[in-house]
Each structure stands twice: as C-alpha cells, then as structure tokens.
C-alpha cells in the first residue's frame, strides 16, 4: 500500500486514505523513512537518510545538531517548502504534499513586512483568508498581548529590536491557527542577552497556545531550556543519532541552568557532538 501523494511504500505507522495515522489529536507528527538527496548535474548530495520520528501533539521537540545536517532540511520538508525523495510526513493522519494552515513557519532572518504595522503583520494571514476586520482585530489583540507587543502594535519593523521583531514573526505564524509550529533557528542572529529572554518569551507563548513545537538549533543550552525532548542528529547524511528527554521541573526560569539535571545532560549531549565530529 502506498502513502497518499508521495508514492512511497507503507511503513508500521497506519496509512489511511488521509495519509499515515499518529494515533489522532492536534497536532501530532509523523515523519517514516524521510530521505533526501541533492542533485546538481552529475553530482549528488545525500542530505537525509532514513529518518523516523513521531511527535506528540502539544509537545516541544527540538532537533539539534552541527551545521551541515540535515535539520533545516528536516523542517522544510515538514513545512511542505522541500520534498523528499523518499518516505512521507504526516499531521494528524493528513499527509504532507506541500505548505498548509495547519503549519506555520518562523525563520532565522526577519520575515516581516516593512510596510505593514506590527498588528498589520499579526493580522496579515486572517485577512487573506476573508476573516472579517473585527476577528482580526481580535485576532491581534490576542496575541498582542500574549507576545507582550501592545505597546507597540502600531510602530513599523524597523522601528523594532530584533527580539521584538522575532516576537511579531511568532505572533503572525499564530494568528493562523497552525497546529504546528516550525522554528528553524529563529534566535541565532540575536545577542546572547536576548536570546535568553526570547526563549523564556517563547516558552510562555508556549505554556498558554499549547502548540506543537518542532524547534532547530545547535546550541545545546538552547535545546535543554526549550524542550521536552530533544533529538541530536548527525552528518554525513544527516541521520537520527539519539533521542533524549528533558526531566528538568516544567516551570523553566534562568535558575534552571545550573540545575543538576541540566548540567548533566549538557555534557551528554556535548559528547555525543564531539564524538560525532571527530
């Protein structure tokens, strides 16, 4: 039997005329047998091989790994901006065959439109869908003040700090309602203080949307603070190296960096990284 729209043959996850099953809910992923290779003229590059993965609904998973691996790729074949070669993705039993509302994407760079106001970009993707202005106003209220951003709902990006430009990036992929929430390094050009307050910022969001995360880093810290699972991958090609749970306490403040937990796992995953580089 084959998965719907990707022509590949089944794999132990249930394939129905949706596409594969996770098992129900909001929000689950399914990713069975994803690969991926690059062809440029005669040369090839094997970007992905044989990666499975699932994803519970509401979970916050970061992938983390060195440059060169394949995370990126990983998420934009989630997102439906990349296809793989082989294997299919699937949200909530619906197979993934290109970009869709239930997934919404955050990037590295500022992904914003200059010339649209902070509650403009919020209520951006409402508008194109015909919501009506006061459910959009609504809409942007919400988030808003989830994202602490109403004092600045009316300023324009360039009038914003990278952290709140970030802030604005989350809110406007929330607005949409996705399922899904795609990050692909989206603090690493930010400064280190920074950076910690928008992780602390994020997990709030986080904590009242109860969105499902799939997160990209290769900061380590970064990973342990954010998640509740994280997933290190390796290059050459990118493959799955191991999986580890998070057991820190769920209320995640500065203090927990220097919890015992957190140091250990730290110089586990920073062993298996070295190792791996060697």
Not at 109 to 124: A, C, D, H, K, S
Not at 204 to 229: N, P, Y
Request: proline share 4%; aromatic share 6%.
């Amino acid at each position: 039997m084959e998965a719907t729209g990707n022509g590949v043959i089944g794999t132990p996850a249930t394939i129905t005329s949706q596409g594969l099953s996770t098992g129900g809910g909001l929000g689950a992923i399914a990713i069975r047998g994803v690969g991926k290779t690059f062809k440029t003229g005669k040369t090839s590059f094997r970007a992905l091989d044989n990666i499975d993965l699932e994803i519970r609904a509401n979970e916050f998973v970061t992938i983390l790994g060195p440059s060169g691996c394949g995370k990126s790729t990983l998420l934009r074949i989630v997102a439906g901006l990349e296809e793989a070669n082989e294997g299919a993705v699937c949200v909530d039993g619906d197979s993934v065959v290109g970009p869709g509302a239930d997934r919404g994407m955050v990037f590295q760079g500022y992904t914003l439109f200059p010339w649209l106001t902070v509650r403009q970009n919020i209520e951006y993707g409402p508008k194109l869908k015909g919501v009506s202005i006061l459910e959009r106003r609504a809409i942007s209220n919400r988030y808003l003040r989830i994202t602490r951003l109403e004092p600045f709902a009316n300023r324009f990006p360039k009038q914003l700090s990278g952290g709140m430009k970030q802030r604005v990036a989350i809110a406007r992929a929330l607005a949409n309602g996705p399922k899904v929430l795609l990050m692909d390094e989206p603090f690493g050009a930010l400064d280190a203080q920074t950076k910690l307050e928008m992780q602390e910022a994020l997990l709030d969001v986080w904590e009242k949307e109860k969105t499902t995360v799939l997160f990209i880093t290769h900061d380590i810290d970064e990973a342990i603070f954010l998640s509740q699972r994280i997933i290190v991958m390796g290059a050459g090609p990118g493959r799955i190296l191991k999986a580890y749970p998070v057991t820190l306490p769920a209320e995640r403040t500065s203090e927990v960096r220097e919890h015992s937990e957190f140091l250990k796992l730290r110089r586990e995953l920073a062993a298996l990284l070295k190792h791996k580089e060697e």
